[in-house]
């Protein structure tokens, strides 16, 4: 399990924008990210394998189109319980809050792909311990 993107937007509801590291500061989520703040979806998550899914679909995208921070392999994001602890690289621990969430307008996202995959498989949590991730970092549940 290893982390495959890392992404970051200025506004919400847009495509964000790949980089190679990011940090992930304690209780706000990522240094530069609009969606990072005193909230409970500091952070979201998309498994690599869903968006190949969309492709396989017809659909032009690629990692940072659903607007999630956090690209992986190998891991089932859906299939991880509210409360489940999640060390990214050496220092980065995350708690996973939510999974999925409601779309209350079409986006950016939508008009794009036609579709959204983050209401059914995104995931959001929030930063427990901050630090430097980089693409290529090992994932362990905790």
Not at 28 to 46: C, I, N, P, T, Y
Not at 87 to 111: F, N, P, S, W
């Amino acid at each position: 399990m290893k982390v495959v993107s890392i992404a970051l937007s200025a506004e919400k509801g847009t495509r964000k924008t790949p980089v190679t590291t990011a940090n992930l500061i304690a209780e706000h989520g990522l240094e530069g990210d609009a969606h990072a703040g005193k909230w409970h979806r500091q952070v979201s998550f998309l498994a690599g394998e869903d968006i190949q899914a969309a492709r396989d679909r017809g659909i032009d995208v690629d990692f940072g189109d659903f607007a999630e921070n956090i690209g992986t392999q190998g891991v089932d994001w859906p299939s991880l319980p509210v409360g489940t602890r999640v060390r990214l690289g050496k220092d980065v621990l995350v708690e996973v809050t939510q999974i999925g969430k409601k779309c209350h307008v079409k986006c950016a996202i939508y008009e794009l792909a036609g579709e959204c995959i983050m209401p059914k498989r995104g995931v959001f949590a929030r930063v427990l311990h901050g630090g430097q991730l980089s693409i290529g970092d090992p994932i362990t549940i905790e």
